[in-house]
């Protein structure tokens, strides 16, 4: 297997199960349709949390043994979606494939029963709770379509879908794996709905990134994987190539354990690094999918790293946050944001921030208003920060000739 | 997958520091005692009150397991003082592994939650619930503003965070790497394993208590050796269990990881086995081993000494290597018939198996 630090890294299939539809198609069609994930809590009583509104997965259908957790069933069948896509059978002889699953609250749903019997220890599920921890997706998935390659749970917050990918683009370039099955995974949790209800993170209506008005996320839930291959083992297979991943970088703010650094360093390191990783300059940037959680805090400071990282390219820049449709997937956010990428290169446009009405002056951005702008660009950054400063940003190229237009 | 250790920390519960590592591990008896959890049983506990081990301010806040990574990161820049000068830690990155990290915390977040409803839980717990806020609590009160990240995969997780952090190092994403292994016993933790155990702790056949401790390990890109080392890394491997089974998976990651070492089955001195918790594992594990090595080579099992640290183990395992090799030449007379030459550290769970070769 070659290996080395230029070798190239494409993507060739793309799964999601998300708030706006159980397939990539559906997925792309709501983003660029402005249709919204979000409705009424309805998995439990919110009756007791400020906010009530959420946004959640529906008419989906397990493919797996129930026993297995909410968030190794999503991220099984958006496996499955990317793998069929790629044309790619696991169980092939020979094949070097490997899965890399990023997550914030792991199995949530055996956790969360925690909360319902704590009272008693015999009835609480505590194996379950052992049983289910987070390296359970990654380990259920694996068995479950059949992946004997490297194995990795990487549960970075809010940006483990761009760690998972990132890890996936080190394997693939060191000769680990030739292909890689990677994303994030996230259960809906009541416990993520209190705490960020408790830290005044919730809006209680709409989710409105960069806004004026903005009054902060909407939690969801969700899927997305997407199956990295080296170039030249798509290229002897003949696979349809939908993009590149060109590199991406880390950094940790190492400031406070929920908000970001207030000058956002951390942010526009991480931004930085990724460039660096792509051999790429900032003014090859075309298009830049926000983490736009639609909190204050966030978004002034994500706006502040890319003026840092762009200086007065940044009011130039198109810039979009998904996240106003999909809500917060957490864990498979970054994923999810990272399929919009490929399929903005793919199609040649941009998928546009909704709800999005009044600029705030504190985000002096090209902020993609309410409507996809039709656009092609060559190179695009997925930015995605997480609680304990862990900031991960993707860079994805475009592959000539992919156009679907 | 190379790479050079240039420095460790640990915490356990005999004390803090190699010098007291490297002795309980060479007496080679079990620190467990009548847990403080739960009298009934048998613990390797640290004692209640942890603050006292991390000279820092901002502990408040932190989980027992973020105190444990916390203090195994000052012994080891104890050692190593320039590792948190300004620009170093500005780069430095850190990987932790840890199985059940959050786990306690969760279960205190609920158990607030539900004491004053969950509108009015505590939002200072809610961080903690997280997974990776240890190494966030880490990064904070050190100042590492590298990459930073967290990996689970039960008692794999932590030669799984040694394996990250040399694919950070050969990436170059970092020019060194504090990987940390970290597990903390609580009583959430003590009643998933009972449910698993599906018995009495006591039980001769399954007498093998829980532990906590925190291993730490600076690993430097491999190259020219850095000032000063006292290991390295010469290879490793990770293979699943999906489709050929737990034995098999421990085999194959053994070859695997001498072949990427480069050296042969023949020239391992010692092995350091995950040892025999969950039954079917730990007698695949020793299988395995047994058809790689064949019976002569000597081998320990950590649990012995710190019982079964999960996460936390496959750090300490190389941590208790390297420390009775580095102190064998003081005044630690025991250590001088500890063998030399490389040696094996495996991790086996039901997921797979995770194998390093160091030498010192």
């Known amino acids: 297997m070659q290996s080395g630090p230029n070798r190239s890294v494409v993507i060739t299939g ?20 402005g249709r919204s994930g979000a409705g009424p809590v309805k998995s439990f009583d919110s009756s007791c949390y400020r906010t009530h509104v959420w946004c959640e997965v529906k008419d989906f259908t397990p493919h797996v043994q129930r026993t297995r957790g909410r968030a190794a069933q999503l991220a099984m069948a958006a496996g499955k979606e990317a793998l069929l896509s790629a044309g790619i059978e696991p169980e092939s002889e020979g094949l070097m494939l490997g899965v890399s699953i990023g997550t914030t609250m792991g199995e949530a749903n055996f956790l969360d029963r925690l909360t319902d019997t704590s009272h008693d220890p015999v009835a609480a599920p505590w194996a379950e709770v052992l049983t289910h921890s987070a390296y359970s997706i990654t380990s259920d998935v694996a068995e479950g379509l059949g992946i004997e390659g490297p194995q990795a749970s990487l549960p970075a917050a809010c940006s483990a879908g761009n760690y998972a990918v990132g890890l996936a683009l080190d394997w693939i370039r060191q000769g680990q794996s030739d292909l890689v099955l990677a994303g994030g995974a996230e259960a809906f949790s009541e416990s993520a709905f209190a705490g960020f209800n408790r830290l005044s993170a919730m809006s209680p209506d709409r989710c409105r990134p960069f806004d004026r008005d903005r009054q902060g996320l909407l939690l969801g839930e969700g899927a997305a994987l997407m199956l990295l291959e080296s170039e030249d083992h798509a290229r002897r297979r003949g696979a349809q190539i939908l993009a590149r991943v060109l590199g991406y970088g880390l950094s940790c703010d190492a400031h406070h ?90 199609d040649g446009v941009l998928p546009p921030t909704c709800n999005h009405e009044n600029l705030d002056p504190e985000c002096p951005l090209d902020v993609i208003p309410n409507q996809p702008r039709e656009l092609r660009v060559r190179l695009i950054l997925n930015n995605s920060y997480a609680f304990g400063g862990n900031n991960a940003c993707v860079a994805f190229g475009a592959w000539p000739g992919v156009a679907q237009k | 997958m190379r790479a050079w250790i240039s420095a460790m920390g640990v915490v356990f519960p005999g004390g803090k520091g190699r010098q007291a590592f490297a002795r309980a591990i060479v007496r080679g008896e079990s620190l467990a005692k009548a847990s403080r959890l739960r009298p009934e049983i048998l613990a390797a506990e640290m004692e209640e009150n942890l603050k006292p081990l991390v000279e820092r301010r901002g502990l408040a806040v932190l989980s027992r397991g973020a105190i444990l990574a916390a203090a195994a990161i000052e012994d080891l820049a104890a050692a190593e003082p320039w590792l948190l000068e300004e620009q170093v830690r500005a780069e430095c990155a850190l990987v932790v592994g840890t199985a059940f990290g959050h786990i306690a915390s969760r279960a205190e977040f609920h158990q607030d939650a539900r004491r004053n409803g969950a509108r009015w839980v505590s939002p200072i717990l809610f961080p903690n619930t997280i997974i990776n806020s240890l190494a966030g609590h880490a990064a904070i009160l050190f ?56 018995g009495a702790w006591d039980a001769p056949e399954l007498a093998i208590p829980p532990g906590e401790a925190a291993g730490a390990l600076l690993l430097e890109a491999a190259g020219p050796p850095p000032a000063r080392s006292i290991g390295r890394l010469l290879g490793a491997a990770e293979r699943s269990s999906v489709r050929k089974g737990v034995s098999r998976a421990v085999e194959e990651a053994m070859r695997a990881a001498l072949a990427d070492a480069g050296v042969t089955a023949n020239e391992i001195t010692h092995l350091s086995l995950s040892g025999r918790y969950g039954g079917g594992i730990g007698q695949a594990e020793a299988e ?24 936390a183990q496959g750090v300490l395992a190389i941590a208790a290597e390297l420390a009775v090799r580095n102190e064998a030449a003081s005044e630690f ?11 094996l550290v495996s991790s086996a769970e039901t997921t797979g198996a995770t194998c390093a070769v160091v030498s010192v």
Not at chain 1, 332 to 337: H, Y
Not at chain 2, 299 to 310: P, W
Request: hydrophobic share 40%; aromatic share 4%.
């Open chain 1, 14 to 33: 793309l799964g999601c199960v998300t708030p706006l539809g159980n397939s990539v198609l559906e997925f792309w069609n709501a983003l660029l349709g």
């Open chain 1, 257 to 346: 354990i929920t908000g970001p650094h207030p000058e956002g360093n951390g942010a526009a390191a991480c931004m930085r690094n990724a460039l660096n990783d792509s051999h790429a300059d900032a003014m090859d940037v075309g298009y830049l999918c926000c983490h736009g959680t639609g909190t204050q805090q966030n978004d002034r400071i994500e706006a502040m790293a890319i003026h840092k990282v762009f200086g007065e390219g940044a009011r130039r820049l198109p810039v979009s946050s998904i996240k106003a449709l999909t809500g917060h997937m957490m864990g498979a956010a970054s994923a999810a944001e990272g399929i919009a990428c490929v399929l903005a290169l793919r």
């Open chain 2, 143 to 198: 100042g590492l503003s590298g990459p930073n990240s967290t990996v689970t995969s039960g008692r794999r997780s932590g030669l799984e965070a040694v394996i990250r952090a040399a694919t950070l190092l050969t990436a170059g994403r970092a020019p060194r790497v504090i990987v940390l292994g970290c597990d903390e016993v609580s009583q959430t933790s003590l009643r998933g394993l009972d449910s698993l155990r599906e």
């Open chain 2, 288 to 311: 395995a081993a047994l058809a790689v090595f064949g019976g002569k080579t000597p081998r320990m099992c950590l649990q012995q000494v710190l019982g079964e640290t999960f996460g």
């Open chain 2, 333 to 343: 007379s025991p250590a001088a018939h500890w063998p030399e030459g490389p040696f």
